[in-house]
Nanobody, 117 residues
């Protein structure tokens, strides 16, 4: 079973930066996609960014040019560098891993990101 542990959330002023990390452990298929989702109160959980084992990344339009996703395949760890943060980025951010063969999905516990104006 895959476990995901997140870190790096916190409180930051608008225009500031945060770097989120998510370390995975357990029995993980070698081909997978890791990503970040976020959920604000009263809203659906939405994809922020994802990255495959091969390094192909995908971003939500709202974060393009500001956020950068990266990963360390050897450690199955994914990072999210968040620059030029806006109050609209305030949400609980969840780490996600989707296995390439079984399509099983694992989620982290979530970490709060709060951006003040």
């Amino acid at each position: 079973q895959v476990q995901l542990v997140e870190s790096g959330g916190g409180l930051v002023q608008a225009g500031g930066t945060l770097r989120l990390s998510c370390a995975s452990s357990g029995r993980i298929f070698s081909i997978n996609t890791m990503g970040w989702y976020r959920q604000a109160p009263g809203k659906q959980r939405e994809l922020v960014a994802s990255i495959t084992t091969g390094g192909t990344s995908n971003y939500a339009d709202s974060v393009k040019g500001r956020f950068t996703i990266s990963r360390d395949n050897a450690k199955n760890t994914v990072y999210l560098q968040m620059n030029s943060l806006k109050p609209e980025d305030t949400a609980v951010y969840y780490c996600n891993l989707r296995e390439g063969l079984s399509r099983l999905v694992s989620w982290g516990q979530g970490t709060q990101v709060t951006v003040s104006s």
